[in-house]
């Protein structure tokens, strides 16, 4: 446990070289010095939600009991620039003593996935907001803001009837699939929100949610077949078995699984996983 969280810190500060302590007591881990700015920007908005309830009002992307996601701009070399904010809230004591759970975990899979070629929003920054006692209230994440993209989920609920169109839908998150493969990542959690599509087909897709997502060090076709299943089944509503055959045949061939019964073996396995139910805990296992 402490031997991980030591080489997650690692990642981080040696990709966001950059520290700076805010006037509030914020410390950021930042990709340069031009994004203070920003930072500072977050710790603005997070206090304005934070004390106005609302606050952020149509910036805001998500609100739970423990996670705010809200969009902003600021300024950057005399333009606005925007951005997303993942703000991580330790309302309770158990979460704030446990705090590396929560922001750094993400951060560190987010460079990481880079590091390997899978396709996700840049990470700016990391932040921690410290109160009583020295320990952590809230942790952030300063993203890139993916402005004309959508998730699959809401392309496929957009061209629901138009099979041609959700099966194109479907075919454009290849990439992802062979990238995590290539990567040896079990995402945990693919669902049909995680992949967000460019509105033109030139961008390649963009992957989120890699909160609990684990690395290992060889690709793993049991956790690509975990992977696909899960994912199909959240998207069954809007495609046809064949789009389906198609799909796996192509991501088949881009990895380079030729060989007949192995095909037949990643099929059933696949199958298998878009007819049970488990536990994060279950999923993180598999590998």
């Known amino acids: 446990m402490i031997r991980d969280l030591l080489a997650k810190k690692a990642v981080i500060k040696s990709n966001l070289g950059f520290t700076y302590r805010d006037r509030d007591k914020n410390k950021w881990f930042l990709a340069g010095e031009h994004?203070?700015?920003?930072?500072?920007?977050?710790?603005?908005?997070?206090?304005?939600?934070?004390?106005?309830?609302?606050?952020?009002?149509?910036?805001?992307?998500?609100?739970?009991?423990?996670?705010?996601?809200?969009?902003?701009?600021?300024?950057?070399?005399?333009?606005?620039?925007?951005?997303?904010?993942?703000?991580?809230?330790?309302?309770?004591?158990?979460?704030?003593?446990?705090?590396?759970?929560?922001?750094?975990?993400?951060?560190?899979?987010?460079?990481?996935?880079?590091?390997?070629?899978?396709?996700?929003?840049?990470?700016?920054?990391?932040?921690?907001?410290y109160g009583g006692w020295g320990l952590p209230v809230a942790n952030f994440l300063l993203l890139e803001y993916l402005s004309d993209y959508k998730s699959v989920g809401t392309a496929l609920e957009e061209s629901a009837g138009d099979e041609k169109e959700c099966r194109a839908i479907l075919m454009r998150t290849v990439p992802v699939f062979v990238s995590l493969y290539r990567a040896g990542c079990n995402h945990i959690d693919l669902h049909r929100g995680a992949i967000m599509l460019h509105g033109n087909n030139r961008e390649p897709p963009r992957l989120l949610d890699l909160h609990y997502a684990r690395f290992h060090n060889a690709p793993n076709l049991e956790v690509l077949a975990f992977e696909m299943g899960y994912f199909s089944k959240c998207c069954s509503q809007w495609l046809a078995k064949d789009a389906f055959e198609e799909w796996m045949i192509e991501i088949f061939r881009q990895i380079q699984l030729d060989d007949d019964d192995a095909r037949r073996t990643m099929k059933e396995r696949i199958r298998t996983y878009t007819k049970i139910i488990k536990s994060r805990k279950q999923r993180i296992a598999i590998a």
């Not at 609302?54 to 998500?62: D, F, H, N, P, T």
């Not at 703000?87 to 996935?113: D, P």
């Open 35 to 129: 994004l203070i700015a920003a930072a500072e920007s977050v710790a603005a908005a997070y206090c304005s939600a934070r004390s106005e309830g609302a606050g952020l009002g149509s910036g805001v992307l998500k609100r739970t009991e423990r996670r705010l996601i809200f969009k902003f701009t600021s300024q950057m070399s005399g333009q606005e620039q925007h951005f997303v904010a993942k703000t991580f809230l330790l309302n309770i004591m158990r979460h704030r003593i446990k705090s590396y759970r929560y922001g750094l975990n993400e951060a560190s899979n987010l460079l990481t996935a880079f590091q390997c070629g899978i396709s996700v929003p840049q990470l700016y920054g990391y932040g921690i907001r």
